[in-house]
């Protein structure tokens, strides 16, 4: 029998793949990815960092007002 961990990492690498898809097919567009995903853009960017997908700095940089 299989490692339990290796659909964990399948199941990981799928969503991975699925996100990555979703952003070439919307031209980079990261708020229609997440449209065509049915997802908040703050959820998108909160599941692209559970995945590892950014950095947590990227992230704060899209939510940032630009004031410092």
Do not use: V
């Not at 339990?4 to 567009?29: C, H, K, M, V």
């Amino acid at each position: 029998m299989q490692d339990p961990a290796g659909l964990t990492e399948a199941t990981l690498d799928f969503q991975r793949a699925y996100i990555r898809s979703a952003i070439a097919e919307a031209g980079g567009n990261m708020t229609e990815a997440a449209r065509r995903l049915g997802l908040h853009r703050t959820n998108f960017y909160r599941k692209m960092h559970q995945l590892e997908m950014i950095e947590a700095r990227e992230n704060d940089e899209e939510t940032s007002t630009g004031s410092d």
